[in-house]
């Protein structure tokens, strides 16, 4: 019988790569269900361990170990999209691993992946391949000024990118480490939104409200649902997700940044980035919806049915980042608030403390 | 500085004494608020010990074990009522035991604790005490019939009662193993209620709304909320549930079980039992309400300021005990129920292996 296609037991172990504060709140939400966690992460410090009872502190190359801990659980889930190739073909070949590894290989690298999203007939900004410092000129002819550098792999909270005004100097390509890289227009964006959708392995899909997303140096700092957009936009958006998760026969939560953009009298909805995992926009779901994204994720990789979210008013999202952890007695004082913090101790500038979310009525 | 006076702070361990379902969603709530917990427990199966990563296997007069866990640990709660006085005696010269262990002194012992309300001017059912077989026909004169003869200490879930409808026969009080016992009047109750409140350290108290509870086979099986009662009921078992929490100088969330009688044109609401923790009627909380029992029994024990409980609609809260775990499917396809397990992997008949809230449009 395919491990696959059986839903999980009351006894079963779902393994966790990773384990930051997504790993710990799909953790949590896998304890309300029942099940048990194990989460394999190379830092002792990490947020997912205080959560769960077993635990492999080791290198994800570590080979040794994942073997242990493939033989611990009954499925392999992930909360970053990083994961390297052979850790995931390694586990591949001992218990499922879902969402597929070949999700991974494609959205690891900006390139493939926008390549992916046009193959479906998406938009996307316009985009080139850039793999030598003089291909930063070509690159630039086709896809006009402003636009961003970014390295192919590895970039996160505007890490790895170099936006570009004026003209090319062949150094940026050096200055991003020499790897390579994929130039992006610079998009003249109203807002930016994102949908987080469920698929399970059924194949049914639940995606979420459209969120509109505030960003802030980078980092996501505050979350709406839903996005202020038209019902055509909202709708078209959904589709997107949707259309992507069932292009990688996808099973789990994914997420879909995107950028709304003016189209003459209306708008177009252009692909940013796609996240193989539970999402920072999708935090308000654990007390704004009725099912969250970790629940929905886990439901999946277990081989449940999905849940029909159902959202309970209009929400706020907010990231504590760094400092912002200190208004803790603020937010534990104000009626509604619903705050989480993820078990760091220390506070560095830019490092997610915790969210809150707000769900006030529509 | 007193310890029970500084709120904890972002490194800091909860100990919980007992590691039963409770225990677990005690962990749950923790681990958002960012706290690690450490559960002491027995039993090497217990449903928390899957979620917390410090576990201390030990019977609770193991007075080693004791010792290690409140070296680890800033503060002590219990999940359940019957946490032996020596090992609460033990603890609290080591480190803050909340709530404070003469709550459990008198609410172990059910003729205490009916002294205990009445001696607030509070109403109970009619009660006596039974020492001896003989003491029961005396206790029987006082009380009327019919009566329900219980013992004292360490009846749960209708074990340790017999009812008594026609007259006494000796042999129950043997029946009953011969020990300290309590003849209570059986109250022709319209409805059974309760209320879940919470008392932070500096005095504020927050209770959740009246809820109303239908128990079959001396276990609850449904809770509804708001209870079908008139808002001078509603407000009078707030008013008793605060004022019991006043008494004790109460630091955590407690319940207090009652029955609504008829009495004349109106109605009258007496206390059955008191629970000096979270309770099975307040777990509807954690999905219908903004704050949960078991967040605002950290934030007390932790010294952090309560939450405002907000509810979020009309609330019909259902266990699964035994083989009702098997309508797992069904509710996982419910829109809008939350499906709550406790981790138990042995079904066992009258045990309680999970919940679902379901929250309605008021």
Known sequence: MNPQRRPLGPDATIGILGGGQLGRMLVLAAARLGFRCHVLCPDSH???????????????????????????????TYEFENVPAETATFLSARKPVLPDPKVLAITQDRFTEKE???GLGIGTAKFARVDSAGG??????IVGKPAVLKTRRFGYDGKGQIMIRDGADPTMFDELGGQAQILEAFVPFEREISVVAARGRDGAIESFDVIENEHKDHILKTSRVPANV??????????????????????GVLAVEMFVVKDGAGHAVLVNEIAPRVHNSGHWTIDGASV???????RA??????????????IE??????????????????????????????????????????????
């Open 230 to 251: 038209s019902p055509a936009v909202a709708a078209e958006a959904r589709r997107i997700a949707e259309e992507i998760a069932k292009a990688f026969d996808y099973v």
């Open 317 to 362: 999202m907010t990231n504590l980042i760094g400092d912002d952890v200190k208004d803790m007695p603020k937010w534990l004082a104000t009626p509604g608030a619903a705050v989480h913090l993820y078990g760091k101790s220390a506070v560095r500038p830019g490092r997610k403390m915790g969210h809150v979310t707000q769900v006030f009525a529509e």
């Open 292 to 298: 969250s994204q970790f629940e929905q994720h886990i």
């Open 136 to 141: 930063l000129v070509a690159a630039l002819a």
């Open 46 to 76: 990490s947020p997912a361990f205080d959560v769960v009872r077993s635990v492999t502190e080791a290198d994800y190359l570590d080979m040794a170990a994942l073997d242990r801990f493939a033989a611990d659980v009954d499925v392999v």
């Open 116 to 118: 992916f999203v046009t």
């Open 301 to 314: 990789v277990a081989g449940l049915p999905l849940g029909k979210p159902i959202r309970r008013g209009r």
